[in-house]
């Protein structure tokens, strides 16, 4: 499993990475979430041994990845899909790798089949490809050892809706095989299709974590009122916190049940349009919360 304690990162004066502490387990999907620049790439960059820590540690099955003797046959890495080699073919890419590894080249043709990269594709050289095939080639350079452990920062960066759905189906199987699979994105309908835990970040701090169930079921209700503004009113006096939802002027997001809420409702007489426990909507809803004060792209920078 992947083990993150205590860790923090400065840089100068600025300090990037906050006493961040949590669990990738194996058979899992973890979502690593939060906005631009909140601390997510840090992180992995610390965990895969590309800067040091500060601080606390990072560990993968209790090793620090640089303590690894083979890093690939362990952990599959992919942090940055344009940072290959722009003057190598997708096969020499791939070829490179497995003789560092020490793997047969079948597995140069078996990766490249596995991420639908096409013969011709695999002898381009990777300045010719888009983005979605340099995702395409990074995912198979790091399923290329059959490592227990995944990596993956912004892994749908580029790819087309077709492309995401084979990215999470892959991903899927993979950790139902009882691979750890850690992904990182700032999007968070991007994740939380196959994501089983959610981990949170916003500044270099974690502000939530755990398993989608559990954060689904902080996420509240969602309800709709001509009279919101009435019914506003009518929970605050009842001290049940609540934000205005996205769904339009009419709704509100409270953290409470769809009974007490309607319940709430009806003493003050107020018609309801829509009441519901919050889905995935909702849950979005308290990760723009949670994160608000970094949401501008490069906030944190």
């Known amino acids: 499993m992947i ?38 790439s840090t992180t992995l960059r610390i965990l895969t041994g590309l800067t040091p820590a ?30 290959q080699h722009a003057g190598r073919t997708g096969r020499e890419i791939l070829t490179v790798a497995a003789r560092t590894m020490g793997l047969p080249a ?17 002898t381009r050289r ?21 490592p227990e452990v995944l990596v993956l920062d912004e892994p749908a960066n580029g790819l087309d809706p077709a492309g995401i759905r084979w ?16 992904l990182s994105s700032h999007l968070l309908h991007e994740i939380e ?4 835990d959610l981990v949170v970040i916003g500044q270099g701090r974690i502000v939530a974590q755990g398993t989608k169930a559990e954060l689904l079921a902080t996420a509240g209700t969602l309800v709709r009122t001509p009279h919101h503004r009435e019914l506003a009113t009518a929970l605050a006096r009842r001290g049940l916190a609540h934000a205005t939802a996205s769904h339009g002027p009419d709704a509100l ?24 426990a919050a889905d ?16 501008r792209e490069g906030a944190a920078a």
């Open 3 to 40: 083990q993150i304690d205590s860790l923090t990162k400065t840089f100068g004066g600025f300090l990037a990475v906050d006493d961040v502490t949590f669990t990738a387990q194996p058979g899992r999907v973890t979502g690593f979430l939060g906005p631009n620049g909140a601390g997510k």
């Open 54 to 83: 500060t601080s606390g540690s990072a560990t993968v099955n209790g090793r620090r990845f640089s303590d690894l003797p083979n890093p690939g046959l362990e952990v599959g890495v992919l942090l940055d899909a344009s940072a």
């Open 106 to 122: 079948r597995r140069v043709d078996e990766m490249l089949d596995l991420v639908s990269l096409t013969p011709d594709e695999a």
């Open 126 to 146: 990777v300045r010719h490809y888009s983005l979605g095939m340099r995702q395409r080639l990074g995912i198979a350079t790091a399923l290329l050892g059959e």
């Open 167 to 182: 990215m999470r189906d892959l991903l899927r199987d993979y950790a139902d095989g009882g691979a750890t699979v850690l």
């Open 193 to 196: 299709v196959i994501a089983d």
């Open 253 to 276: 997001r409270v953290e409470a049940d769809p009974a007490l809420v309607g319940s709430v409702a009806h003493e003050v007489g107020v018609p309801l349009v829509e009441l519901r």
């Open 280 to 295: 995935g909507a909702g849950l979005e809803e308290m990760f723009l919360e949670l994160t608000a004060e970094t949401q």
